[in-house]
C-alpha cells in the first residue's frame, strides 16, 4: 500500500521569502508523484506532477519540486513567495500501472505567508 | 469544457434526512473518482467510476452511501439516514485512462455538506 507523509501541518513564512514544503511517500512500485494547492472553500488546483524524466519539474505560479528516489520525497519549493500563496498544499502519490490509478493523499501543510 | 463541476456547493441538512450530490466530470474523461475531505485533513478515496461501471468503493463507504454514474457521464453520491459524522467536503474528480498520467486529475470545487 502506498501512503504520504507531510512533515509539517503548517510553514508560517515572510513575504518574498522562500519556502519549502516536505513531502515524502512510501510504495513498493514506481509512482507518479503531485501536488495540489486548495484555497478556502475550493477545490484542488494541480499545481505540477512528476511522472518520469528529469527530477525537476516546475509547476504553475513559480513553484517547482524535487523527486528524489533514494529518500522517497518530493519537496515542494518557491524562491520568493507571495500573498496570494496562502492555501493549503496537498501532496499525492499513485502507482504506475495500477488498476484504480487512485491518488492517495497526505494531510496538507497550510503556507501562510505573512506581510 | 469547463471542467468538474458540482452541485450544490453547500448542504446543510437534518440528521437523519437524505441527501445527494452531483458531478459533472470533463465529457471526454472516462474516470470518476470521489473523495470525502474533513476538516485539517487531505482527501480519502470513496470510490471510483469506469464509464457507467462502479469498479473499487472503500471500506470508508458505508451502506448509507451510494453513488452512480448511469450511461458513464454524470456521477451522484447519495448519503441515507445522515449522521454528523458525515460532515465534509465531498469533491469529486476526473481523468482520462489510460492516460491519467499525463492528463492530471481535474477537481472540482466540492460540496460541502453540513449535518445538523
Known amino acids: 500500500a502506498q501512503s504520504v507523509t507531510q512533515l509539517d501541518s503548517q510553514v508560517p513564512v515572510f513575504e518574498e521569502a522562500p519556502v519549502e514544503l516536505r513531502c515524502n511517500y512510501s510504495?513498493?512500485?514506481?509512482?507518479?508523484l503531485f501536488w495540489y494547492v486548495q484555497y478556502p472553500n475550493q477545490g484542488l488546483q494541480l499545481l505540477l506532477k512528476?511522472?518520469?524524466?528529469?527530477?525537476l519539474v516546475k509547476g504553475i505560479n513559480g513553484f517547482e519540486a524535487e523527486f528524489n528516489k533514494s529518500q522517497t520525497s518530493f519537496h515542494l519549493r518557491k524562491p520568493s513567495v507571495h500573498i496570494s500563496d496562502t492555501a493549503e498544499y496537498f501532496c499525492?502519490?499513485?502507482?504506475?500501472?495500477?488498476?484504480?490509478?487512485?491518488?492517495?493523499f497526505g494531510t496538507g501543510t497550510l503556507l501562510a505567508v505573512q506581510p | 469544457d469547463t471542467g468538474v463541476s458540482q452541485d450544490p456547493r453547500h448542504k446543510i441538512t437534518k440528521r437523519g434526512q437524505n441527501v445527494t450530490f452531483r458531478c459533472d466530470p470533463i465529457?471526454?474523461?472516462?474516470?470518476l473518482y470521489w473523495y470525502r475531505q474533513t476538516l485539517g485533513q487531505g482527501p480519502e478515496f470513496l470510490t471510483y467510476?469506469?464509464?457507467?461501471?462502479?469498479?473499487?468503493k472503500s471500506r470508508l463507504l458505508s451502506d448509507r452511501f451510494s453513488a452512480e454514474r448511469p450511461k458513464g457521464s454524470f456521477s451522484t453520491l447519495e448519503i441515507q439516514r445522515t449522521e454528523q459524522g458525515d460532515s465534509a467536503m465531498y469533491l469529486c474528480?476526473?481523468?482520462?485512462?489510460?492516460?491519467?498520467?499525463?492528463?492530471?486529475?481535474?477537481f472540482g470545487s466540492g460540496t460541502r455538506l453540513t449535518v445538523v
Open positions: 474528480a476526473s481523468t482520462f485512462l489510460p492516460r491519467s498520467g499525463v492528463y492530471g486529475y481535474t
Open positions: 465529457s471526454e474523461h472516462n474516470r
Open positions: 499525492a502519490v499513485r502507482t504506475y500501472g495500477g488498476a484504480t490509478n487512485k491518488l492517495i
Open positions: 467510476f469506469q464509464n457507467e461501471a462502479q469498479l473499487e
Open positions: 510504495s513498493s512500485v514506481s509512482v507518479y
Open positions: 512528476y511522472l518520469s524524466g528529469s527530477t
